[in-house]
């Protein structure tokens, strides 16, 4: 019972606080990325969404609006669409449409 007294008499110090006003702790923004590290997977990123997103980027293309440019980029991206398709690279988006559907209809 006296060591749990002295315990509790003891004043407790509160531990370093490492963390700024956003929660990021200082440690890991010390260890982030680099610019060019950050513009490489952006990078990465467009190219994967081009790759397997192909079916879509018509449709949004159109709901840009006309004009010769827009115009422009629909026929490219008819044209990328037609090569992903010829490719296979359309199938990971069908497969998950038709996942998302049967769900949908299972009500899950």
Known sequence: MVALERELREPISPPPSTITADAIPLALRRSGASVRQVLAL?????????LFASRDLPSWVGG?????????AQALATQWYDTMASLGLTRPHDALRALIRRLLDAQW
């Open 64 to 72: 840009l609006g006309s004009g010769p440019l827009i115009d422009r």
């Open 42 to 50: 952006t990078f990465v990123g467009v190219f994967t969404l081009a």
